[in-house]
C-alpha cells in the first residue's frame, strides 16, 4: 500500500486496465443498442432511459462538506469511494458527478476527477474535451452573444435594443484575465456597435445553468428562450426568444443534453454530466444525470460543489425543487489539517499537531450539521484520512461530532479505494434506507426576494443581518418589474468563509451579509444577489498547471494529478 501512495493520481489511472464502457453497462442492464459510443470508454445515454417510477425507489445520497480550505476536503474523492464501498458491499450504486472545467485543470487544481484509488476513468479524457459537452454550451452561449451584436447593427430587423442595458458577455472554458473587460464593435461601422463587454468562464454560463436544470430537450429550449438579454430604449424587456435565438442554440446542445457514462477504478458506473460553479451558480451536475443514475440503480451518490452552505444548500432549495427530489442521507467530508486550518493554524504548519486548533476548527463541521438539520435530513461525517492525522486529533472529531449529534466515520477512500469506505457505506446505507421524509426548504418560493436572501443568510450562513447597495436596491425593482420574484434565489458568495469575506475562516457569528447587485438568469430560473468580488472569469496563478500537462509520442498524457 506504501509503493501505491507514491504514485500520482494520473499514474494510477493509468496503471488501470480499463473495461470496454457496454460491459459497465451490463452492471446497469444496459446493452449496446441503448447506448451512443463515444469510443471504447465512454458513452452517452439517452433520455428515453428515464424511469420516473423507478426514481422512487432509489435511495439519492448527497456529500457535501465543510468550507473549503487551501489544504482540501476530498468531497469528489469521497464521493466515488463510498460508491466503490457501496457496491462492495451488495448495494448497486452509481455514483453521478460535475464534469471538470479546463480553467481549474490548468490552473491550479490540475484536475477533478478524484484521487489516488478512488476516481473515475478515463481521466485524461475526463479532465480536458471529454465528449464536448462544455464546447457546445460555449457555441450555444456565443451564438446568443453574436445575434445580439447583429441586432444591435441590424437596421431592417431591429429591436431597438439599448446596448448599455446588455450584461450577456461571451464565454470560454479557460482561465483568462485579459478578456475579463474589453471593448467590441471597433474599427469603423462594418464591424458592429462598439460597447463594453467580456468573457466569462464556460462554467459560469446561464446556458450552463439552463442544461443542468432542463427535464428534456422542449425544456431545455424554452429555458433558453427565457433567457433575459436587457431593455429597448423604451423600457420593454427583451428575451432571447426575441431574437428568435432558443431553436439553434438547443439543437447546439441536442447530444450535450445527454448524460455520459464513465467508470470508477473498481469498474463501477459513473455518469458525468455538467458543471456549473457553486459559488456563482447551482454547483451541481445535471437533473437529468441523477435522475438517469436513479432510474438504473438502487442508489445513487452524488456531490454538491464546495460547502454545504453553498452547493448543498443550491442542490435542495434549486435543483431538488425543480426535479422533485429529496435526499435520503447527507455525507459531510472534513480533515484533519482543513479543521486545523479553520482553527487559525497556518497553511504551512497543518502537517504538525495542534488538538486545539483542530477542536477550534470544528466549529465550522458544527454549523455544516446544524445546516442538515434544519433542512430535515440525517447526516454522517466522513473524516478523510491522512498519514500526518494523530489518533488524539481524529478522536477529538469524532468526540465533538458525538456531541453534534452526528455520526463520524473514518475513510481511506484515497488509499484503499472502495475498501476503505466500507463502514461508511454501511453507515449511510443504514441511514438512507430508513428515511425518506422529504427535506425542509429554507425559504418558500412565494416569499418576496429580500425574505429568501434574509432567511439564507440568518440560517445557513449565520448573519445577523444583510444590507443592499443602492445598486442591488434598483435590481430588486427591476425583477418586480419583470415579475420574477418568485424565483428562488442562488447568491453568489465566496466558498472560503460561511460570511461573505474570505478571510472570516472558523464559524464568523453576527455578521452583517452585503448584496451589491442582483443579476437575473430568468432562463435558468433563478435569480442571483452577487456578495463581495465574484471572480466569474478566473485568471491563471504564477506557475499553472498547464505547464506540467504534456504528451508523448504515443498519446500518453502526463501532468495531470
Known sequence: MDSKKLQSDIEIAQSISLQKITKVAQKLNLDESQLELYGSYKAKLPLSLINEEKLRKCKLILVSAISPTPAGEGKTTTSIGLAEGLNKIGKKTTVVLREPSLGPVFGIKGGATGGGWSQVLPMEDINLHFTGDFSAIEKAHNLLAALIDNNLQNKKHNLGIDARTVAWKRVMDMNDRSLRKITIGLGGTGNGIPRETGFDITAASEIMAILCLSKDLNDLKQKMGNIFVGFTFDKKPIFARDLKAEGAMAALLKDAIKPNLVQTIEGNPAIIHGGPFANIAQGTNSILATKMG????????????????????????????????????????????????????????????????????????????????????????????????????????????????????????????????????????????????????????????????????????????????????????????????????????????????????????????TVRQIEIAAGAGFIVPITGEMMRMPGLPDEPSAEKIDIDEHGVISGLF
Request: charge should be neutral.
Open 294 to 513: 436513479m432510474s438504473l440503480s438502487d442508489y445513487v451518490v452524488t456531490e454538491a460543489g464546495f460547502g454545504f452552505d453553498l452547493g448543498a444548500e443550491k442542490f435542495l432549495d434549486i435543483k431538488c425543487r425543480a426535479a422533485g427530489l429529496s435526499p435520503n442521507a447527507v455525507v459531510i467530508v472534513a480533515t484533519v489539517r482543513a479543521l486545523k486550518y479553520h482553527g487559525g493554524k497556518p497553511l504551512k504548519q497543518l502537517s504538525s499537531p495542534d488538538a486545539k486548533a483542530v477542536e477550534k476548527g470544528c466549529e465550522n463541521l458544527e454549523k455544516h450539521l446544524e445546516n442538515a438539520r434544519q433542512f430535515g435530513i440525517p447526516a454522517v461525517v466522513a473524516i478523510n484520512k491522512f498519514v500526518t492525522d494523530t489518533e488524539e486529533e481524529l478522536n477529538i472529531i469524532k468526540s465533538k461530532c458525538a456531541v453534534f449529534g452526528a455520526e463520524a466515520v473514518f475513510s481511506e477512500v484515497w488509499a484503499k479505494g472502495g475498501e476503505g469506505a466500507i463502514e461508511l457505506a454501511e453507515k449511510v446505507s443504514k441511514i438512507a434506507d430508513r428515511w425518506s421524509t422529504p427535506f425542509m426548504p429554507v425559504y418558500e418560493l412565494n416569499w418576496e426576494p429580500e425574505q429568501k436572501i434574509h432567511a439564507i443568510a440568518t440560517k445557513i450562513y449565520g448573519a445577523s443581518s444583510v444590507e443592499y447597495s443602492t445598486d442591488a436596491r434598483a435590481d430588486l425593482k427591476k425583477i418586480q418589474t419583470l415579475n420574477l420574484s418568485h424565483l428562488p434565489v442562488c447568491i453568489a458568495k465566496t466558498q472560503k468563509s460561511l460570511s461573505d469575506n474570505p478571510e472570516l475562516i472558523g464559524r464568523p457569528r453576527d455578521f452583517v451579509l
